[in-house]
């Protein structure tokens, strides 16, 4: 799993598509970051004089690693699009198969190799909110709550990257299917009402997120992320054991 962790992690980085996707994501957050501090300052004398008025981490922070876990969201099929699909075109798959490594070793090897990518990212946008102590007190609790939100969601957007990429052979399609599951994951509480609106908004990614992402952080909450990621790789180990077999 080591030696398939190391030798997808240096093609990621080898990669000018997840240089310039990783440079492009840091700058739009960068700048959505600035643009709500700015405004903060703007209305922060009016907000003086209010009793328990809103603070810098629901106006500047929670905004920002918000923007981060749709960005995140867009980002993570286009890194995990050719994780197998790719192999699978050009015949390099067979050679995975024909090796003495387990389905499970090639899964995990290859999925913590995009999840680092994205893990060094979460790190850069960390520093954003973190660099808030310099003249300001944000709430440490809810800073906390949310950055633990986003490395969940940044890992179940990837485990379903993953799975869809050993569902086809082409990475294009690979792309399309993770963003459009994602996508219905996030908005999917969005219709419905009474015990159906329930049961949606505990299936969506948003719902969860969010409210971790407001400083609620809830045993169920970070259950349903580790379900959904570890439910994706089972079905991608699943799937290559089964593609396996028909070689």
Same mark, same amino acid.
Request: a negative charge.
């Given at each position: 799993?080591?030696?398939?962790?190391?030798?997808?992690?240096?093609?990621?980085?080898?990669?000018?598509?997840?240089?310039?996707?990783?440079? *492009?994501?840091?700058?739009?957050?960068?700048?959505?970051?600035l643009v709500q501090?700015?405004?903060?300052?703007?209305?922060?004398?009016?907000?003086?004089?209010?009793?328990?008025?809103?603070?810098?981490?629901?106006?500047?922070?929670?905004? &920002?690693?918000?923007?981060?876990?749709?960005?995140?969201?867009?980002?993570?099929?286009?890194? %995990?699009?050719?994780?197998?699909?790719?192999?699978?075109?050009?015949?390099?798959?067979? &050679?995975?198969?024909?090796?003495?490594?387990?389905? *499970?070793?090639? @899964?995990?090897?290859?999925?913590?190799?995009?999840?680092?990518?994205?893990?060094?990212?979460?790190?850069?946008?960390?520093?954003?909110?973190?660099?808030?102590?310099?003249?300001?007190?944000?709430?440490?609790?809810?800073?906390?709550?949310?950055?633990?939100?986003?490395?969940?969601?940044?890992?179940?957007? %990837?485990?379903?990257?993953?799975?869809?990429?050993?569902? %086809?052979?082409?990475?294009?399609?690979?792309?399309?299917?993770?963003?459009?599951?994602?996508l219905l994951l996030?908005?999917?509480?969005?219709?419905?009402?009474?015990? @159906?609106?329930?049961?949606?908004?505990?299936?969506?990614?948003?719902?969860?997120?969010?409210?971790?992402?407001?400083?609620?952080?809830? %045993?169920?909450?970070?259950?349903?992320?580790?379900?959904?990621t570890a439910a994706?790789?089972?079905?991608?180990?699943?799937?290559?054991?089964?593609?396996?077999?028909?070689?």
């Amino acid at each position: 799993m080591l030696a398939i962790f190391g030798k997808e992690l240096r093609s990621l980085f080898l990669s000018p598509l997840a240089w310039s996707l990783m440079t *492009t994501v840091q700058l739009v957050l960068a700048w959505l970051f600035l643009v709500q501090l700015e405004q903060y300052l703007q209305i922060q004398p009016k907000l003086a004089g209010l009793e328990n008025g809103p603070g810098v981490s629901a106006l500047v922070v929670a905004p &920002l690693l918000d923007s981060a876990a749709v960005a995140f969201m867009l980002l993570a099929p286009l890194l %995990t699009m050719g994780m197998f699909s790719r192999e699978s075109g050009n015949g390099t798959l067979d &050679l995975l198969f024909s090796s003495p490594v387990s389905m *499970t070793a090639i @899964v995990l090897g290859k999925y913590f190799a995009v999840l680092s990518v994205l893990s060094v990212m979460l790190i850069l946008v960390a520093l954003m909110p973190f660099s808030l102590l310099l003249g300001t007190r944000p709430d440490m609790g809810s800073l906390a709550a949310a950055l633990i939100a986003l490395a969940l969601a940044s890992a179940a957007y %990837t485990a379903v990257g993953t799975w869809i990429s050993s569902m %086809t052979q082409q990475p294009a399609v690979a792309a399309v299917s993770s963003y459009a599951l994602l996508l219905l994951l996030w908005i999917i509480d969005l219709t419905g009402s009474g015990e @159906v609106s329930s049961l949606l908004q505990q299936i969506s990614l948003s719902s969860h997120f969010q409210r971790m992402l407001s400083g609620l952080v809830s %045993t169920a909450d970070i259950a349903y992320f580790i379900l959904l990621t570890a439910a994706t790789l089972i079905l991608s180990i699943h799937r290559l054991e089964h593609l396996r077999e028909q070689t």
